[in-house]
């Protein structure tokens, strides 16, 4: 077992429930669409279209204050910095909820003076989408915290009760239209109805997960908004993606409606719905990485982001040739589904997802370690202004009518991988501001055996000699690391199998040590001090190393974040 696997298979743990979530949420939109349009038909069709803007907003809120929050939450996990990671998740979670209650009230009080704006202008339109929009805003609350909480249940160690509350929400979604549409015959509002429901299903169970004692991220006593503005660039540049596609539809949208009419707007709707369906397995390689690049970053662990990195790209590049691959297949299939002319068209975005795969695993990066400012100029540059400036040149300036739109947006995607790689100079990472010389690094792994302690003894002598290392501080590094990994060993681990824990030294004017295991939860700063005057027999089991720890240490810290037990010592 290398360090190497231990990171991989902590991946594996947030990809496999992190891509049933991503892709349950996805595939509930398109559900409610297909069911809109197939029960009631055109009407059902119109009504989703101008219901489009309300859950734009809602991915807008979810990105902002969920990945935003998550990415600050993780963060300050990473440093070791509970209260403020505390202070996060509550501001996140209140102004998610006070912005879903003002948005449920100004929807069902000026609910008429916003169909028009909406784009349900006349009454017989307006009679039509009014209950389903009245009753949409009426479970905004639920809705937007659904997906906000969501995040901080993945990014809190848990992504399998994350994805548990999805798919509960999924399936009750799926019921619920059954029992409203199949049974009782209700109209097109029992779709919205449906959706609040089964958030607020979501929702409660969410709730519940953040008072018991499995998580541990708490709700402060005391609310700081000062926290918002950890939360605001890394959720400004989340949902800037959403910002920016919503304006590129507009443009594309009038740009294919004066070239080619409204079979041009159908065509871009088939490649709309492509284009998220791409980027919502990018999603789940991409956030299911997320809380491990935060987490190491605000550790300084720049070994561990290099090691996500490289499992997490890897699986995106396989993701991209694979979806290329599929969708220059299947054009033909999807053409004769919907009786279009739209193989041209995907297979372009096919032949785009092999450079626009690495774009998207860039910016969550750039976002996920404090690079903010980096991802919004990409995204910008990536969904904005090379698209419209592209499609403009090829358009109207060289003539390209029946293609020019799909290989605008092919073309950016190349232009921006470019961008990139000239404003990072090559060392896309960005790592300067965290990197350590590896000389001054010691890291090794022992299994869970108490004679690989004394194993090591000979290595960190060298080491230490080496760095220049006193014997005073010597012996303080082997007796921490004596008393603090022979307690995981006897106490920690109950099941019988193999277990590593990660043994790390920073040498410098003053020595850091870092011990971080996958054992039961345990917090030994929060252990009540050993009373030395009792016997050995009266004492709880291991009181008296970690009390000589604590004497010994400069600091002594302890955080438990993405399934470890991390404790920092300075010595």
Partial sequence: MTYANIV????????????VATIGVAIMGILNIVFAMLFFGKDGSYTMGIALPIVIFTEIITYFFGIGGGIALSIRQGKGEKQEASQIFSVAVFITLIIGIIVALIGVLLL???????????????????????????????????????????????????????????????????????VLKLPIYSIALATVLSNFVCTIMYIGYFISKKSTIKFAKKIRLKAFSDICEPGFAGSMI???????????????????????????????????????????????????????????????????????????????????????????????????????????????????????????????????????FFIILDNLLLPALLIWCLVYKIGFIQNGVWLALLLSEVLTLIVIAIVTKGRFLKLDNIKTTDDKIYQTLILNEEANIIGINEEIENFCEANGVDKKKQYYIFLCIEEIAVNIIKHGFNDGKEHYIDIRIIAGENVMLNIRDDATEFDPTAKKDADITTSAEERDIGGLGIYLVKKIAKEFSYKRVIGFNNLHIVL
């Fill in 242 to 376: 959403f910002l920016a596609q919503t304006i590129l539809t507009v443009v594309i949208n009038n740009v294919l409606l004066d070239n080619n009419g409204a079979a041009g707007i159908a065509t871009y709707g088939i490649v709309k719905y492509t284009i998220t369906f791409i980027y919502t397995i990018y999603d789940s390689v991409n956030h299911s990485a997320q809380p491990m690049f935060s987490v190491y970053y605000g550790e300084k662990d720049s070994d561990s982001i290099k090691l996500t990195a490289k499992i997490s790209y890897n699986f995106i590049l396989f993701c991209s040739a694979a979806l290329s691959v599929t969708l220059i297949l299947v054009a033909p299939i999807i053409s004769n589904l919907f009786a279009m002319n739209v193989t041209s068209a995907i297979r372009i975005i096919g032949i785009s997802c092999l450079f626009s795969g690495t774009v998207a695993f860039l910016n969550s990066y750039y976002r996920s370690t404090e690079k903010s400012k980096l991802s919004i």
């Fill in 8 to 19: 991989k298979n902590t991946y594996k743990k947030f990809y496999s429930s992190t891509a």
């Fill in 112 to 182: 008429p003076m916003l169909l028009p704006m909406l784009g349900a202008k006349t009454s017989t339109d307006q009679a039509i989408v009014i209950d389903y929009l009245r009753i949409l805003f009426c479970g905004m609350p639920s809705i937007l915290l659904c997906g906000v909480m969501n995040v901080f249940i993945r990014n809190d160690n848990n992504p399998h009760f994350a994805m548990i509350g999805i798919v509960t929400s999924v399936l009750t979604n799926l019921a619920l239209i059954a029992l409203f549409i199949g």
